[in-house]
């Protein structure tokens, strides 16, 4: 039997490609053509192939209508062969097609993808999520959400004859239905340029996470979760594992507790959530600021310089991380960047008391459940397992870096005194911490010669990221397809979206299968998330019907902004960060679980920035190096061989004094959720003594507030902020194991990609991690990278 899908594509096929020959010549010699840039070469060739084919459709079709510039309709009768061979080919949109004036629009979407390997003449098998919802939406969403999550719960919990298909699978089933829309309408929070929308989507949050708590304290929902459990059914590895942590989560939840308690319990988890969202609605919507002189800034670049706003004949420095990251580390003038420093770390104070009402909440909750601490309770399902455990690693490493840390201050100052003489000055023996970032960087420019504005010329942002999408192209099978069509569906129109491809059969580079939604929002702006960071808004998994549902994934970063004669350029630690978020981007986009819960960096806390970590040695790899760079103004000029050398020497510059402040943030973390019954600290006093001791940096009299801005403890890092540290131990050992010498070894990148990336959370990490080395991970490699000896 004849598959009619394959004729009605290979019919439409060949009238698209006679169309586009037919018509060829009529467009290309109108096109421009730039044959010094074979980038842009394949894109004009590919328009021109486009407008054939539309020309070809306007001059034998007298309905075709130019609405606008950017997209193409036509009112062709609904019944015509055309319209109904485009309902055959994708089912999916037949409520779009329905109105046949989008046929056309639809056919030229079947060319509107491209990848650095060719084109892909397939269209996505999931349409990317449409940005346009109104505050009212976004309500009305959340309501509809919780509305139909009861409905199914209380069906659930009445089932006679519980059993895993009609308990778990059920519950899994309608959160799967629902996990796109949520994400995206709490998404909003982060990214939308209008308060109203950020203000609904924060609200809507608030909302979901009250009824989350309601849910997880249903014992109706527990008994029949129970009782399945004490089935012991015979499932599959990923499916056994679905049901011990559903039921661990009733348990940890409290569902084994007396009512009375229960309610207690619910009542504090409603007022820590309030908490959270408070303090990250603080954070997101802070606009203070600090206006300088251009005298008070002098050092700063002009590039840095022309980013700032200016009021009243000052420059205004908020405390986004492109205005005020520069201003600490190149302003000549210490009393510059010591303000800013203080200003930065006392910004949003309202957040020290609902951190500090978080901790004894946290503690409280940990009583109630029966456990000493939070730390405890926390620290249960990490690999860690006990607070022991994570005080004996963070206690451990401080004492191997605290030597080597002092001996590298002693460095800085000799800099800092050399510099104050040549000003005609007296030196100081103090090292305050707003001098760190700046003679760092003097440290690194003078003896390594590690100029980071004449670096950042090699990284301009856009062809940085599509050398880093072809690394991962070539390591992991991936193709990259920016969407600029019709089925391009952006929150702001800085963002760039990409469709990802797998490819199937290495030997057949058209074989490939659709893995999922890229996107990336890299620029500040107004009430938009202020750091670096991955949102994971659509997790993989596979349906109720058996149908892979694909993930959509976003890099949210804060980089400056282009300008009128510059693009936007990145810093080499800019560039690790890139990286980074988007080795998160892609533990989610190739992830291939069959729930949800597993997906991507759903795994343990502790080892979920471990792959991140791993791929950020690419950033420090010479030949990758170079293959990431291009001077903005001669992108065909890598950078040269002696400046990689320099960076590459410079990577440990300060390491010990870097790995000491994480150390600091650890410990404060770890020791504020290890007090016990909410016990009274004076949380400024521990922040402030505990950086000085354990990071080695003076502050003389100044009192920061620090923890207000640590948006960690307040966004799931509570009681885990040393999984950074951790999981780096993780991250060097597979690095030195499997990739070293041979960064781009394509055996290693499909190892790496089935035992780690793939299985998610679906199993437990160390067995991941076992599979892909053979043996059980050691810190040998961690360790030689910060150069101690074991």
């Known amino acids: 039997m004849i598959n009619a899908e394959r004729v009605a594509i290979l019919i439409f096929h060949l009238i698209s490609r006679c169309a586009a020959l037919c018509a060829y010549s009529l467009s290309t010699q109108h096109l421009p053509f730039n044959s010094n840039n074979h980038h842009a070469s394949r894109t004009s060739n590919h328009l021109n192939y486009q407008t054939a084919t539309l020309i070809f459709c306007s001059r034998n079709k007298k309905n075709l209508l130019f609405q606008n510039s950017r997209q193409l309709s036509t009112i062709l009768p609904p019944r015509t062969l055309f319209t109904r061979l485009l309902l055959d080919i994708y089912p999916a949109r037949r409520t779009v097609l329905a109105d046949s004036s989008n046929a056309l629009g639809f056919a030229r979407r079947l060319y509107s993808y491209r990848s650095p390997f060719g084109m892909i003449n397939k269209v996505p098998p999931q349409p990317a999520p449409v940005w346009d919802h109104t505050p009212e939406q976004i309500s009305a969403g959340i309501a509809k959400i919780v509305a139909d999550s009861k409905k199914l719960s209380d069906e659930v919990a009445a089932v006679a004859q519980p059993t895993f298909e009609n308990v778990i699978k059920a519950i899994v089933d309608g959160d799967h239905a629902q996990y796109g829309t949520i994400r995206q309408l709490l998404f909003y929070h982060n990214v939308s340029t209008d308060a109203a929308v950020r203000e609904s989507s924060a609200k809507a949050e608030e909302?979901?996470?009250?009824?989350?708590?309601?849910?997880?304290?249903?014992?109706?929902?527990?008994?029949?979760?129970?009782?399945?459990?004490?089935?012991?059914?015979?499932?599959?590895?990923?499916?056994?594992?679905?049901?011990?942590?559903?039921?661990?989560?009733?348990?940890?939840?409290?569902?084994?507790?007396?009512?009375?308690?229960?309610?207690?319990?619910?009542?504090?988890?409603?007022?820590?959530?309030?908490?959270?969202?408070?303090?990250?609605?603080?954070?997101?919507e802070n606009t203070e600021s600090i206006l300088f002189t251009k005298e008070e800034l002098e050092g700063l670049p002009a590039d840095n310089l022309s980013q700032l706003e200016q009021v009243e004949g000052k420059y205004k420095m908020t405390f986004k991380y492109p205005d005020v990251v520069p201003v600490i580390k190149y302003a000549k003038n210490a009393e510059t960047r010591k303000r800013a420093f203080v200003g930065d770390q006392n910004k949003a104070r309202q957040n020290c008391e609902l951190l500090e009402k978080a901790v004894k909440l946290r503690a409280k909750i940990a009583k109630v459940l029966g456990y000493e601490t939070h730390a405890a309770y926390v620290l249960e399902e990490r690999m860690a397992k006990t607070p022991e455990n994570v005080s004996n690693f963070l206690n451990d490493l401080r004492g191997k870096l605290t030597d080597a840390g002092k001996a590298e201050i002693a460095k800085l100052k000799q800099l800092k005194a050399a510099e104050l003489s040549s000003a005609g000055l007296t030196p100081d023996d103090a090292f305050n911490i707003w001098d760190y970032r700046y003679f760092d960087r003097v440290l690194l420019e003078t003896e390594y010669e590690v100029d980071g504005e004449k670096i950042s010329e090699y990284f301009p942002v856009q062809p940085t990221i599509e050398k880093m999408l072809g690394i991962f192209e070539e390591?992991?099978?991936?193709?990259?397809?920016?969407?600029?069509?019709?089925?391009?569906?952006?929150?702001?129109?800085?963002?760039?979206?990409?469709?990802?491809?797998?490819?199937?059969?290495?030997?057949?580079?058209?074989?490939?299968?659709?893995?999922?939604?890229?996107?990336?929002?890299?620029?500040?702006?107004?009430?938009?998330?202020?750091?670096?960071?991955?949102?994971?808004?659509?997790?993989?998994?596979?349906?109720?019907?058996?149908?892979?549902?694909?993930?959509?994934?976003?890099?949210?970063?804060?980089?400056?902004?282009?300008?009128?004669?510059?693009?936007?350029?990145?810093?080499?630690?800019?560039?690790?960060?890139?990286?980074?978020?988007?080795?998160?981007?892609?533990?989610?986009?190739?992830?291939?679980?069959?729930?949800?819960?597993?997906?991507?960096?759903?795994?343990?806390?502790?080892?979920?920035?471990?792959?991140?970590?791993?791929?950020?040695?690419?950033?420090?790899?010479?030949?990758?190096?170079?293959?990431?760079?291009?001077?903005?103004?001669?992108?065909?000029?890598?950078?040269?061989?002696?400046?990689?050398?320099?960076?590459?020497?410079?990577?440990?510059?300060?390491?010990?004094?870097?790995?000491?402040?994480?150390?600091?943030?650890?410990?404060?973390?770890?020791?504020?959720?290890?007090?016990?019954?909410?016990?009274?600290?004076?949380?400024?006093?521990?922040?402030?003594?505990?950086?000085?001791?354990?990071?080695?940096?003076?502050?003389?009299?100044?009192?920061?507030?620090?923890?207000?801005?640590?948006?960690?403890?307040?966004?799931?890092?509570?009681?885990?902020?040393?999984?950074?540290?951790?999981?780096?131990?993780?991250?060097?050992?597979?690095?030195?194991?499997?990739?070293?010498?041979?960064?781009?070894?394509?055996?290693?990148?499909?190892?790496?990609?089935?035992?780690?990336?793939?299985?998610?959370?679906?199993?437990?990490?160390?067995?991941?991690?076992?599979?892909?080395?053979?043996?059980?991970?050691?810190?040998?490699?961690?360790?030689?990278?910060?150069?101690?000896?074991?």
């Open 207 to 284: 909302v979901f996470r009250e009824y989350n708590i309601e849910l997880s304290m249903r014992e109706d929902l527990f008994k029949v979760v129970d009782a399945v459990y004490k089935q012991a059914p015979a499932l599959d590895a990923e499916s056994t594992r679905l049901l011990e942590k559903m039921h661990l989560d009733f348990v940890r939840n409290g569902l084994a507790l007396p009512k009375e308690k229960r309610d207690e319990l619910k009542a504090l988890q409603k007022a820590l959530s309030s908490l959270e969202l408070a303090y990250k609605t603080n954070l997101s």
């Open 475 to 790: 390591l992991f099978g991936l193709r990259f397809v920016e969407a600029t069509g019709a089925e391009r569906s952006v929150w702001h129109e800085d963002c760039k979206q990409f469709a990802v491809w797998q490819v199937v059969d290495p030997a057949d580079e058209d074989n490939v299968e659709f893995v999922g939604w890229l996107y990336f929002d890299l620029h500040p702006r107004t009430g938009k998330y202020g750091h670096a960071a991955n949102f994971n808004l659509n997790p993989g998994f596979t349906n109720a019907r058996g149908e892979r549902v694909y993930p959509v994934t976003a890099l949210v970063c804060n980089f400056s902004k282009p300008t009128a004669t510059k693009p936007s350029l990145l810093k080499h630690g800019e560039v690790v960060t890139l990286f980074h978020e988007l080795g998160h981007g892609i533990h989610n986009l190739v992830s291939a679980t069959q729930y949800a819960r597993f997906h991507g960096t759903r795994v343990a806390r502790d080892f979920v920035e471990a792959p991140s970590q791993m791929l950020e040695f690419w950033c420090w790899e010479p030949a990758q190096l170079k293959r990431l760079s291009g001077h903005y103004l001669d992108p065909g000029r890598a950078i040269d061989d002696g400046l990689v050398k320099r960076i590459v020497a410079s990577k440990h510059v300060n390491g010990s004094l870097f790995a000491l402040r994480q150390l600091h943030f650890g410990l404060f973390d770890l020791t504020l959720h290890l007090l016990a019954d909410g016990g009274e600290v004076d949380v400024a006093k521990l922040w402030n003594e505990m950086r000085q001791e354990i990071s080695l940096l003076q502050q003389g009299a100044e009192v920061t507030h620090g923890y207000a801005s640590f948006g960690h403890l307040m966004g799931g890092y509570d009681s885990g902020y040393y999984g950074y540290l951790w999981s780096e131990v993780f991250a060097a050992d597979i690095f030195y194991s499997k990739f070293k010498g041979d960064a781009m070894n394509k055996a290693a990148g499909k190892e790496y990609r089935d035992a780690i990336l793939k299985p998610g959370g679906s199993r437990d990490e160390m067995e991941s991690l076992k599979a892909l080395l053979g043996r059980e991970p050691t810190n040998a490699a961690f360790l030689a990278e910060l150069g101690i000896t074991a």
